[in-house]
């Protein structure tokens, strides 16, 4: 179940039960003690600014799941002041206080409203700063492909008109000449003569490594790039069906780290997608494929 894929709204138990904490804390950057609470309950002695914070950042992030329980419960256990009974009286000193007590509730609602304006404009600005330190192009990472556009098409190796050429030649030499020609077609080298062992090893690897490596998500998944080489994060963030994340492969080894399993990992011509529940880690090394610390069979 994806709490933004379905136009049912989602119970408080279901989301908790679906997302990890820590997958909700990477999204929405509330603490995870502040979650805790919220999930057992334990929030109603919060303050009235920092909850309702937290509950317009779950909705923003959210808005199929139904919060509304948690804000009944908090109103239900801590009321207003303004619902509160007035007791009234006659004597022109207890109006005086009563009227000055209205005044600094007045003051108090106000500052509380600046206080919350501020908090949503701070979370709003580093959202944008984050996005805006990311590059628009990267010639080491591409992403945000539509799945129904991504297509992986076949790579043709051999050159026919070389072929056709080094069949002319195995046909009109003999001896060793004819034995070269046959050789090259058979190994696909588009140069002529002999090439030493080492030379035919390297590019016979280099045709086993896939030009790409790209995640398909299932639903909402929180993905971690780094460069293996630097430690740098190169991307990070959380993707949905209508977007996937692809790597370009040669010159480059990456850590990739999962929030959970529900993704689709496309490694050449295979697809690999029974992952372990929870955070998986996806390694490529010099062109192998490493998941969980395991190779995988290529």
């Known amino acids: 179940m994806d709490a933004k894929g379905t136009d049912k709204k989602v119970t408080i138990k279901e989301f908790f039960e679906k997302f990890p904490l820590e997958e909700i804390q990477q999204v929405t950057k509330i603490s995870i003690i502040s979650l805790q609470k919220l999930k057992s309950g334990e929030y109603l002695s919060m303050p009235r600014v920092k909850f309702y914070g937290f509950i317009r950042i779950l909705e923003q992030h959210y808005p199929n799941v139904d919060f509304s329980p948690l804000v009944e419960n908090y109103e239900n256990a801590n009321p207003k002041k303004d619902d509160m009974p007035v007791i009234t009286s006659s004597l022109s000193d207890e109006k005086g206080e009563r009227e000055k007590g209205k005044g600094s509730w007045w003051i108090i609602?106000?500052?509380?409203?600046?206080?919350?304006?501020g908090y949503f404009l701070v979370q709003r600005a580093e959202k944008s700063k984050k996005i805006t330190e990311q590059p628009e192009k990267s010639k080491v990472v591409n992403f945000e492909y539509n799945v129904s556009q991504f297509t992986p098409t076949p790579v043709i190796e051999h050159n026919l008109s070389k072929k056709e050429e080094n069949s002319t030649l195995a046909k009109g030499d003999e001896g060793n000449e004819s034995k070269e020609g046959n050789e090259s077609l058979a190994s696909g080298v588009q140069n002529e003569g002999n090439l030493s062992k080492g030379e035919e090893n390297k590019e016979v690897n280099s045709k086993k490594i896939p030009e790409y490596v790209v995640i398909f998500p299932k639903q909402r998944v929180w993905v971690q790039v780094k460069d293996?080489?630097?430690?740098?994060?190169?991307?990070?963030?959380?993707f949905s069906k209508k977007r996937v994340l692809?790597?370009?492969?040669?010159?480059?080894?990456?850590?990739?780290?999962?929030?959970?399993?529900?993704f689709i990992l496309q490694y050449g011509d295979k697809n690999f997608t029974n992952f372990p529940e929870g955070v998986n880690r996806i390694k490529i090394e010099n062109g192998e494929l490493i998941i969980n610390g395991e190779k995988a069979k290529q």
Do not use: C, M, P, W
């Open 246 to 262: 692809k790597l370009k492969i040669k010159e480059h080894n990456y850590t990739i780290k999962t929030g959970n399993e529900f």
């Open 228 to 238: 293996s080489d630097t430690g740098k994060v190169i991307r990070q963030g959380t």
């Open 109 to 117: 609602g106000l500052g509380l409203a600046v206080v919350a304006g």
